[in-house]
C-alpha cells in the first residue's frame, strides 16, 4: 500500500517499535562500503516520535531510528497543506556536540550564530542562528522559511526553534549532506538545548514502514 505514505495520518500513526527500511542512495552507499552489497536497511524505531506544530499549522514529525552497526538516524516529516516531505539526519560528535547556547559557545561552535551587536555585551538568548553556515569547506543558507517556532502535541510546555539549511558551496563534489538542520528544544524558564544534524531528502518510494 505505496499510497498510504502520501498520507500525513500514515505518519502520524508511527510508533516506538515500528520497523522502517531505508534503500536511500546513502543508505545503499553505506551498506556496499559494510561489505553489505546493494541492499536496504531495517531501522527500529527506538521512542515515541516527537511531533511539533509551528504557528503557520506546519508539522514536524521526529522520528529516531537505530540499527545494530549503521549510523542512528532521525527521520524528519513535514507535513504542510496536506503534502509529505521526509528527510533523513544524522549528528556528527566531532563536528558539533548538543548543548545549551552558553555551553554551545564555550565548545567553539559559535559559528552556527550570528554576531550580535557587541561582541563584548550580549545574552545568550538573543542570539540569532546565522544566516549563512560556513565550516569545513562547506556552506550552508538558511532557507527563506527562516526559523520556525513551535509547541509539541505530546508536552505542551515543551517547544523549539528549527531552522533548516541548503547546501549551497562545497570543496567536496561528494559531500552527500545536502541539508543541515538545527533544532533548539526548551521550557518556560529554562534553559535550552541546542541539537545541529547533517542530512539528505529521501523519496517515498525509498522507505518502507513495517508497523509492529
Same mark, same amino acid.
Given at each position: @500500500?505505496?499510497?498510504?505514505?502520501?498520507?500525513? +495520518?500514515?505518519?502520524? %500513526?508511527?510508533?516506538?517499535?515500528?520497523?522502517?527500511?531505508? %534503500? =536511500?542512495?546513502?543508505?545503499? +552507499?553505506?551498506? !556496499?562500503?559494510?561489505?553489505?552489497?546493494?541492499?536496504?536497511?531495517?531501522?527500529?524505531?527506538?521512542?515515541?516520535?516527537? &511531533? @511539533? /506544530?509551528?504557528?503557520?499549522?506546519?508539522?514536524?514529525? !521526529? &522520528?529516531?531510528?537505530?540499527?545494530?552497526?549503521?549510523?542512528?538516524? !532521525?527521520?524528519?516529516? &513535514?507535513?504542510?497543506?496536506?503534502?509529505? #516531505?521526509?528527510?533523513?539526519?544524522?549528528? =556528527?560528535?566531532?563536528?558539533?556536540?548538543?548543548?545549551?547556547?552558553?555551553?554551545?559557545?564555550?565548545?567553539? +561552535?559559535?559559528?552556527?550564530?550570528?554576531?550580535?551587536? =557587541?561582541?563584548?555585551?550580549?545574552?545568550?538568548?538573543?542570539?540569532?542562528?546565522?544566516?549563512?553556515? =560556513?565550516?569545513?569547506? $562547506?556552506?550552508?543558507? @538558511?532557507?527563506?522559511?527562516? $526559523?520556525?517556532?513551535?509547541?509539541?502535541?505530546? #508536552? %505542551?510546555?515543551?517547544?523549539?526553534?528549527? /531552522?533548516?539549511?541548503?547546501? /549551497?558551496?562545497?570543496?567536496?563534489?561528494?559531500?552527500?549532506? /545536502?541539508?543541515?538542520? &538545527?533544532?533548539?528544544?526548551?521550557?518556560?524558564?529554562?534553559?535550552?538545548?541546542?541539537?545541529?544534524?547533517?542530512?539528505?531528502?529521501? $523519496?517515498? @518510494?525509498?522507505?518502507?514502514?513495517?508497523?509492529?
Amino acid at each position: @500500500m505505496a499510497y498510504q505514505k502520501h498520507e500525513p +495520518n500514515f505518519w502520524r %500513526s508511527i510508533k516506538r517499535g515500528d520497523i522502517i527500511s531505508l %534503500s =536511500d542512495e546513502e543508505t545503499l +552507499n553505506e551498506s !556496499m562500503e559494510d561489505g553489505e552489497g546493494l541492499s536496504a536497511v531495517d531501522f527500529t524505531v527506538n521512542a515515541a516520535p516527537e &511531533i @511539533m /506544530t509551528d504557528q503557520a499549522g506546519c508539522e514536524y514529525l !521526529m &522520528i529516531s531510528l537505530e540499527a545494530s552497526g549503521k549510523t542512528d538516524l !532521525m527521520l524528519f516529516v &513535514i507535513i504542510f497543506d496536506g503534502e509529505v #516531505d521526509v528527510k533523513a539526519f544524522f549528528e =556528527d560528535a566531532e563536528c558539533f556536540s548538543p548543548n545549551s547556547r552558553g555551553e554551545v559557545i564555550e565548545d567553539g +561552535n559559535e559559528w552556527i550564530f550570528a554576531e550580535p551587536e =557587541d561582541e563584548s555585551n550580549f545574552d545568550f538568548d538573543d542570539l540569532e542562528f546565522a544566516k549563512v553556515i =560556513d565550516f569545513d569547506d $562547506t556552506t550552508y543558507t @538558511m532557507k527563506a522559511t527562516g $526559523t520556525a517556532h513551535g509547541n509539541f502535541r505530546h #508536552d %505542551s510546555e515543551l517547544a523549539a526553534f528549527v /531552522t533548516e539549511y541548503d547546501l /549551497t558551496e562545497a570543496e567536496d563534489e561528494e559531500c552527500t549532506s /545536502t541539508e543541515l538542520l &538545527i533544532i533548539e528544544k526548551f521550557r518556560p524558564e529554562a534553559e535550552g538545548f541546542v541539537s545541529l544534524y547533517f542530512g539528505y531528502k529521501i $523519496t517515498l @518510494m525509498d522507505i518502507t514502514v513495517l508497523q509492529a
